[in-house]
């Protein structure tokens, strides 16, 4: 059972340098979304969507470009990596945006800009 | 606005006492809360949900959670600690149609658990 796949798991940027963090899932999951996990501020919605072909910002979009052609796949993509924006990244989905449904989440990628 | 909190940043227990990870929320309306453990280097991990009326919820590795309406509370407890529950522990709310349900997570609780 594959779940809520995220790579790398790694990655070193330098500072201007853009990169895309892949993900997919394979529970034919309409919501997908991304969040960043930072030290004492548990995690923050970056972007989402409720379907393909839909996206929406959360709480922290920028710098961050999403986009989703299919229910599978949803990569976010880092523009121009600042410092600001080490961090881990999760990508998660559950079956609908109603809030009884569990959300699950990939086992996430470790960012450091340097 | 919804919200929740995870008084303590650290909980220390002995292997086979119990243990409760405390989680307060502010919620409108009826809550949809949850809790997620994150081993090192590790994903959340979803360990169980409270959605409506059972009070006491029981979920993965013989966690279980204890709502508590009039203290608006979700705590989480398990009976007998082992050193394997050593994790960070989070609550989170999920929200009434804002921004695609997303949840609201406390900072988290990291536990350790000594033999």
């Known amino acids: 059972n594959a779940g809520v796949t995220q790579t790398p798991k790694f990655q070193v940027l330098k500072t201007g340098q853009s990169m895309t963090l892949q993900c997919a899932q394979d529970m034919n999951h309409e919501y997908m979304s991304w969040y960043r996990q930072d030290p004492g501020m548990g995690l923050r919605l970056i972007h989402y969507s409720v379907g393909a072909g839909i996206t929406d910002q959360g709480e922290v979009p920028n710098g961050y470009n999403v986009s989703r052609s299919t229910t599978e796949d949803f990569p976010l993509r880092l523009l121009s990596a600042a410092p600001s924006q080490t961090s881990v990244y999760f990508c998660a989905s559950s079956t609908t945006p109603d809030s009884g449904n569990t959300i699950y989440f990939g086992e996430g990628s470790w960012l450091t800009v340097v | 606005a919804q919200s929740v909190a995870q008084p303590e940043d650290q909980v220390n227990v002995a292997e086979g006492n119990p243990l409760t990870v405390k989680c307060t929320y502010s919620v409108s309306g009826n809550p949809y809360l949850f809790w997620y453990v994150q081993y090192p280097n590790r994903g959340l991990q979803f360990l169980l949900k409270y959605i409506t009326r059972d009070n006491l919820v029981k979920g993965s590795y013989g966690f279980e959670a204890e709502f508590n309406k009039s203290q608006t509370s979700f705590h989480l407890k398990k009976p007998s600690a082992l050193v394997s529950d050593s994790a960070l522990y989070f609550c989170?709310?999920?929200?009434?149609?804002?921004?695609?349900?997303?949840?609201?997570f406390g900072q988290g609780t990291e536990l350790s658990v000594k033999p």
């Open positions: 989170a709310v999920r929200a009434f149609y804002n921004q695609g349900g997303k949840l609201i």
